[in-house]
């Protein structure tokens, strides 16, 4: 599987597990897009998920991959997944 096919399934799987996805830098502008870098954090409560476009595209896979390990971890048990999105998200191959 091509990596940005990966990007896309796992930002629709954590947009379905009711993670908040926020993209920065995709041309907009502004100066909070220059220095942001994707990661995760708590908005009031909820779960965010800032993906940076100006970040490797390893590291935005990475920051995915970990949210919805650590916050959505029964909707990935539970859902039929590719064996490349399972096993980015959980690092066993099968």
Do not use: F, K, Q
């Not at 990007?7 to 947009?15: G, S, V």
């Not at 220095?35 to 100006?54: D, F, L």
């Amino acid at each position: 599987m091509e990596p940005t096919e990966l990007l896309e399934l796992l930002l629709a799987l954590a947009r379905d597990a009711g993670l908040e996805v926020r993209t920065l830098g995709r041309g907009r502008g502004g100066d909070l897009d220059a220095h942001a870098v994707s990661g995760t954090c708590r908005v009031r409560g909820a779960v965010w998920v800032v993906i940076s476009a100006s970040d490797p595209l390893e590291l935005r896979l990475d920051v995915l991959a970990r949210a919805l390990r650590t916050h959505a971890g029964a909707l990935v048990e539970n859902r039929y997944l590719p064996p490349a999105v399972r096993e980015r998200i959980t690092g066993v191959s099968y």
